[in-house]
């Protein structure tokens, strides 16, 4: 069955780094697109990246533009998500998720189970 397991979550200072890993199964990540949520305590889930299968297009919410880079590596099933210079609203549960299709535009199909980041001195 699809699985998609998020990591690299952690407790970090404002201006630090993050590297969260999406690993997945049951399916073949060349064709789908992947994407980036998070949610804070008491805030609605909100989209962050995603980045296309058919051309590798990525996107980014404004808040993160600038500081997140999404990548994907289909050898190894895996998309990453790079936080630099990371700020306590970035404080959420991040999840990665697939698209129906290649594209950032189709609905999402499967959700992980997240990882914590806390951005905190």
């Known amino acids: 069955q699809v699985q998609l397991v998020e990591s690299g979550g952690g407790l970090v200072q404002p201006g630090g780094s993050l590297r969260l890993s999406c690993v997945t199964s049951?399916?073949?990540?060349?064709?789908?697109?992947i994407g980036w949520f998070r949610q804070a305590p008491g805030k609605e889930r909100e989209g962050v990246s995603c980045?296309?299968?058919?051309?590798?297009?990525?996107y980014y919410a404004d808040s993160v533009k600038g500081r997140f880079t999404i990548s994907r590596d289909n050898a190894k099933n895996t998309v990453y998500l790079q936080m630099n210079r990371l700020k306590p609203e970035d404080t959420a549960v991040y999840y990665c998720?697939?698209?129906?299709?290649?594209?950032?535009?189709?609905?999402?199909?499967?959700w992980g189970q997240g990882t914590q980041v806390t951005v905190s001195s």
């Open positions: 998720a697939t698209r129906s299709g290649s594209s950032c535009l189709y609905d999402v199909d499967y």
């Open positions: 980045i296309s299968s058919s051309d590798g297009s990525t």
């Open positions: 049951g399916f073949t990540l060349d064709y789908y697109a």
